[in-house]
C-alpha cells in the first residue's frame, strides 16, 4: 500500500493507536533508526574538537553541551519516542551554542550543520514536511543574523549546509514516514479483513477434514474391504491391514491420538541401505499393502534430499493407492519401487508387469483424492502411465526442500514483507537526496571548474542508485549481483577520491563521498547485517585509506565529514533493515501461532462434523466387524465373511459419495434390498439428509416394488432442477402409478421398456 507524496509533505507522520501489532513494530523500528542518527550525529559533532580544544577554551562549554543535547535526545527518543519538546530542546541548543562556535574554529569541523540536520529531522518526525523545512530555514536565517548581529564569524553554515541539512531531512523523514503510513493503513487493513480470513480459515479447515475423511472412507476402509471380498492376499495380510484401518478409523473419530503421519520405529535390519525417513517410508508402505514391494534405487541412496514430514505423508498416501490399484486392476502381488533424485526433484514411481492401462485412461476418485490431491499440496506432480514392455507406472514428482534462496533472498523478503511499497519507499529516499547532493555538486564545480570531470562520477552514482532501486522493487537480488554492485561502488569511491583537489576532504569539494550515501542507503537496507556491514566497513576504510595514501587531500587531519557521510545515513539505513527483520520474524510467529489456533479449532469443529457425516455407519457396524476380522474371530477366507466385505463396502461407498443420505431406518432397508440382490447406487453430490426429503420417500416406496433392479440417484443435472432416481430394468408401470399416488409431492416419470426416470423435486446439488 503506497502512501501518497503529497500526504507526506501536507500532513503530520501518522503514530500507532496501540502499543501492539505491526505498525507499533515498525514505530518501533523507526526510532530505533533515528536514535542511530542522532548518535552519529553527536560522535561526528563531538570527534573534531577532541585534542584540539582544551576545556577551558570559550567554545568547549557550547560543544559540550551540543554533545550531550544530542546523546540525551536520542536516549529519549530510543525509550519514550519523539516528543515536541525534542524539537524545542533541539532547536534551542542550535540557536544558542552554535553561534559562538565560530570564535575558536577547529579545522574540519562541521558541527553547526550536524545539529541543524538533527533539527530538520526531529521537526519532520513531529510536523508536516513543508512546516518542518520552513522551520529549519527560518533557524538557519536567525543563525546567520545572530552572527551579523553580534559581530562573530562565520561557524559553519554555508549554503551548501544548508542544503545538505534539508536533503537529509526529507530524505530520511520522507522514508520513515512513508513506511510509517504503510505499516498502520496495512493494520488497519488486516484488522478489517481479520472476520474474513477467519471465515477462510474455517472453509479451508473444512475442506482438507472433509477431503481427509473421504480419502481414509476411500483408502482405508474400501482398501480393505475389497481385499477381504476380492480374497487374493493371505489371511495374515489381511489381518494386518484390518488392524491398521481399524486404527485410522479410531483416530478419526478421535478414540486415538491424532492421525499425524509419524516416523515410527523400524525393525532392526529393514531397509538399511536407505536413510531413515526414507525406510521408514518403505516399512509403512509395506504394512499397508496387499502386495510385495521391492526397492531400487537409482544412484547412491545416502545423496537422496531430506524427506520432510508433509512429503513423506503425502507419498505415503498417494503410493499406497497406487500399490493398490496395481493389484486390483493391474492383478499383479508384486510392484517395485524406485527411488530417484536429481537438483530440482525426488521422484517415487510404483512400476508392476500387469495388465497395463485401457485407452484412454480416466483418472477415478482414489488417483484425483489420494493421489493428486495430496501431492500437489506439496508441490509435487503426479502422473499414471504405460510401462514399455507391459504394466503401468505411477510417477511421483516431489519438489526437493527448498533452501529458500540463501539468506539474500531471506533478508529481501522479510524487509520488503515489513516495508510494504518499495517503490515509494526507495524514491522518498533517492529524490530528496539525490538533489541535495546535485545541487552541492554543482555549486562546487561552479566554484571550481578545473574539477568538472568529476561530475562524471555523481552521474555514474546516479546511475547505480537507480540500478539499486529498480531491483529493489524487482525482487530478490543475487549473491552475484550483490557482489558486483558493491565492487561497483567501492570503485566509484576510489575513482572519486582520485579526482579531488589537495584538501578537498576537508569541506564540500567531497561532496563525490556524500553522494556515495545515495546508493548504500538503499543497498544495505534489505542485505543480511553482516553483507551490509561488510559493504558499509568496506567504503570506510576507503575513506581512511585515501588520507594515508593521499594526506594533502586531509593535510594531515582526520576526514570527520567525510567519514560522516558514509556512516550518519547508510548506518541507520542498515539498523533498521536488521530491525525490520527481527520484528518481522516475531510477528510472523505471533501470527503462525494465532492463525494455528483458529485453525485448530475451526479444524476441531468441522472435523467432528465430518466424522459424524461419514463415519456414523462406519464406527458403528464396520469398525466391530474389523477388530473380529484382526483379532481372528472372523475368517477372512471364509464365503460369510466375504459376502459381508462386499456389503459393507457397498455401505462404505454410499459414505464416501453421499454422506449423510441415509439415516439408520433408510439404511436398513437398502441393505435388505441389496441383500435379495438388487443394487443401490448413490452418486456424489446428493444433499445430506435425503431420508427426511421427498428423494427419501420415493426411495423407501420403490425398494419394495423393485426386487432385483438396479436402483440409481443422481443429483440434478442442468438444466433440470430435480434428482433423478434411474431403475432398471423399469417396475411395473402399475407399481409406479401406486407410489405416484401415495406421494403427497409426487415425481415426473419417463419410463420405456428398459428403464424408469423418476425426476423429484428435491434441494438442489451440495456445494
Known amino acids: ?19 501492539s ?20 550525529l553527536c560522535l561526528f559533532a563531538s570527534l573534531p574538537w577532541m585534542g584540539h580544544l582544551a576545556w577551558d577554551e570559550p567554545t568547549a562549554p557550547s560543544r559540550a553541551l551540543i554533545g550531550a543535547v544530542l546523546l540525551g535526545t536520542a536516549v529519549s527518543v530510543f525509550s519514550r519516542g519523539e516528543r515536541m519538546h525534542n524539537l524545542w530542546i533541539l532547536g534551542a541548543t542550535f540557536l544558542l551554542a552554535t553561534p559562538q562556535i565560530g570564535t ?13 540536520s538533527a533539527v530538520g529531522v526531529m521537526a519532520a518526525r513531529l510536523l508536516p514536511l513543508l512546516n518542518a523545512l520552513g522551520l529549519v530555514a527560518v533557524l538557519s536565517a536567525v543563525h546567520v543574523a545572530t552572527l551579523e548581529a553580534f559581530d562573530l564569524p562565520a561557524s559553519g553554515l554555508s549554503l551548501d549546509s544548508m542544503v545538505l541539512s534539508l536533503g537529509t531531512a526529507a530524505a530520511a523523514v520522507g522514508f520513515v514516514n512513508a513506511m510509517q503510513a504503510s505499516a498502520i493503513a496495512t493494520e488497519r487493513v488486516t484488522e478489517g479483513n481479520r472476520q474474513r480470513e477467519l471465515d477462510l480459515a474455517r472453509g ?30 493371505p489371511a495374515d495380510r489381511v489381518r494386518a491391514q484390518a488392524r491398521a484401518t481399524a486404527v485410522a478409523i479410531r483416530r478419526m473419530v478421535g478414540e486415538e491420538a491424532d492421525a499425524a503421519v509419524r516416523l515410527e520405529e523400524r525393525a532392526p535390519g529393514s531397509v538399511d541401505e536407505l536413510p531413515e525417513a526414507y525406510a521408514c517410508l518403505v516399512d509403512d508402505l509395506r504394512q499397508r499393502v496387499p ?12 545423496r537422496l534430499p531430506p524427506l520432510s514430514s508433509e512429503q513423506r505423508a503425502a507419498a505415503l498416501r498417494a503410493l499406497s493407492e497406487g500399490v493398490r490399484n496395481s493389484v486390483r486392476h493391474g492383478r499383479v502381488d508384486e510392484v517395485v519401487l524406485r527411488i530417484s533424485a536429481d537438483r530440482r526433484d525426488l521422484r517415487l514411481e510404483v512400476l508392476d508387469r500387469g495388465r497395463g492401462l485401457d485407452a484412454p485412461t480416466r483418472s477415478g476418485f482414489g488417483l484425483a483424492e489420494s493421489v493428486g490431491r495430496p501431492i500437489a499440496e506439496i508441490g509435487g506432480t503426479s502422473a499414471l502411465l504405460p510401462r514399455p514392455g507391459g504394466g503401468a507406472v505411477l510417477v511421483l514428482d516431489l519438489p526437493r526442500n527448498p533452501e529458500g534462496g540463501g539468506r539474500l533472498h531471506h533478508a529481501h523478503g522479510l524487509t520488503t514483507g515489513g516495508l510494504g511499497s518499495v ?4 524514491r522518498a529516499v533517492a529524490i530528496p537526496l539525490g538533489a541535495a547532493w546535485c545541487i552541492i555538486a554543482v555549486h562546487s564545480v561552479v566554484k571550481a571548474p578545473e574539477s568538472w570531470p568529476s561530475l562524471l562520477v555523481g552521474l555514474a552514482w546516479l546511475a547505480l542508485t537507480l540500478v539499486i532501486v529498480r531491483q529493489s522493487e524487482r525482487g530478490s537480488p543475487r549473491p552475484a549481483w550483490v557482489t558486483t554492485v558493491a565492487a561497483a561502488s567501492i570503485v566509484l569511491q576510489v575513482v572519486g577520491i582520485a579526482l579531488m583537489p ?29 553483507v551490509a556491514a561488510g559493504v558499509v566497513v568496506a567504503h570506510i576504510l576507503v575513506v581512511l585509506g585515501a588520507a594515508q595514501v593521499s594526506p594533502d587531500l586531509t593535510r594531515g587531519l582526520v576526514p570527520w565529514g567525510s567519514l560522516n557521510a558514509v556512516v550518519t545515513c547508510p548506518v541507520p539505513s542498515m539498523v533498521l533493515g536488521s530491525l525490520i527483520r527481527r520484528q518481522g520474524r516475531s510477528l510472523r510467529q505471533q501470527q503462525k501461532r494465532e492463525f494455528a489456533l483458529e485453525h485448530r479449532r475451526a479444524a476441531e469443529e468441522w472435523q467432528a462434523a465430518m466424522t459424524d457425516l461419514y463415519f456414523a455407519h462406519v464406527r458403528h457396524e464396520v469398525l466391530p466387524w474389523l477388530d473380529d476380522v484382526a483379532s481372528g474371530v472372523r475368517d477372512p477366507r471364509s464365503e460369510e465373511t466375504i459376502a459381508q466385505a462386499r456389503l459393507l463396502a457397498v455401505a462404505a461407498r454410499d459414505d464416501l459419495y453421499a454422506p449423510g443420505f441415509f439415516d439408520d431406518d433408510l439404511r436398513a432397508d437398502v441393505a435388505h434390498f441389496r441383500s435379495r440382490g438388487g443394487a443401490v447406487e448413490l452418486r456424489a453430490g446428493l444433499v445430506p439428509g435425503g431420508f427426511d426429503r421427498p428423494v427419501g420417500r420415493v426411495l423407501r416406496g420403490l425398494l419394495p416394488v423393485s426386487a ?40 415426473a416419470a419417463d419410463v420405456d421398456a428398459f428403464r424408469a426416470v423418476l425426476l423429484v423435486d428435491d434441494l438442489p446439488v451440495s456445494g
Open 1 to 19: 500500500m503506497r502512501w501518497p507524496l503529497w500526504a507526506v509533505v501536507t500532513t503530520p507522520p501518522p503514530v500507532p493507536r496501540t502499543r
Open 21 to 40: 501489532g505491526s505498525a507499533y513494530r515498525m514505530y518501533r523500528s523507526i526510532l530505533g533508526a533515528h536514535a542511530c542518527i542522532l548518535l552519529s
Open 104 to 116: 575558536n574554529p577547529v579545522p574540519n569541523d562541521a558541527t553547526v550543520g550536524m545539529v541543524l
Open 204 to 233: 479451508e479447515a473444512e475442506l482438507r477434514a472433509r477431503t481427509t475423511s473421504r480419502r481414509v472412507l476411500h483408502d482405508d476402509v474400501l482398501g480393505t474391504l475389497h481385499l477381504v471380498s476380492d480374497a487374493v492376499a
Open 291 to 302: 502386495a510385495t514391494v521391492a526397492v531400487e534405487v537409482v544412484g547412491r541412496a545416502q
Open 423 to 426: 517503490r515509494t519507499l526507495s
Open 502 to 530: 589537495s584538501g578537498a576532504m576537508l569541506d564540500f569539494r567531497s561532496w563525490s563521498i556524500g553522494m556515495s550515501a545515495l546508493p548504500l542507503v538503499v543497498f544495505v537496507l534489505s542485505l543480511p547485517f553482516p
Open 708 to 747: 432385483g433392479r438396479r436402483i440409481i440417484v443422481s443429483p440434478p443435472v442442468a438444466p433440470e432442477q430435480q434428482v433423478r432416481i434411474a431403475v432398471v430394468p423399469a417396475p411395473h408401470t402399475g407399481d409406479l402409478e401406486r407410489l405416484r399416488d401415495v406421494m403427497a409431492d409426487g415425481f
